[in-house]
């Protein structure tokens, strides 16, 4: 009996562990590792720079990504970069972006208002592991 069970142990560890690295995708697994991106870019309204505008990315729930949104308010160029509590780098992963002027900007032009909700903007962009992202963003409007 002792030595039945000497043999059926490692067996059994030997399985176990083989069933764990099945589970986990094994050594080569092509699985993005996650990990920061930056992203940053320009809001162009008819071609010229939103100041003090807002451009925010929402995790897609749908494309697997939950959490925080990161989000930039655009400089007198229109340029912004993305932040996330502070810092510059983003997870990787699918977007939703929404976009949204300055006060002053909508007061003398109509800018579509489904560009400021993620779920109805219809704008998504893919971020990826370790790279600097460039995103500009135009919207056209009759004036």
């Not at 720079?49 to 939950?66: I, K, M, N, Q």
Request: charged share 15%; with cysteine.
């Amino acid at each position: 009996m002792k030595t039945v069970l000497q043999l059926i142990i490692p067996v059994v560890a030997l399985a176990g562990g083989a069933v764990a690295l099945a589970l986990s995708g094994g050594c080569g697994s092509n699985a993005p590792l996650p990990g920061p991106a930056t992203v940053r870019g320009k809001l162009l309204l008819n071609g010229q720079p939103v100041a003090g505008g807002l451009v925010v990315f929402t995790p897609h729930p749908e494309r697997g990504r939950h959490g925080k949104s990161a989000y930039g308010e655009t400089g007198s160029d229109g340029s912004y970069t993305l932040q996330l509590e502070k810092a510059n780098a983003i997870p990787a992963g699918w977007y939703r972006v929404s976009l949204s002027p300055a006060p002053a900007v909508t007061a003398s032009v109509t800018f579509p208002a489904k560009l400021s909700r993620p779920d109805l903007s219809g704008i998504e962009r893919e971020v990826q592991v370790g790279k600097e992202h460039v995103f500009e963003f135009e919207v056209a409007v009759k004036e």
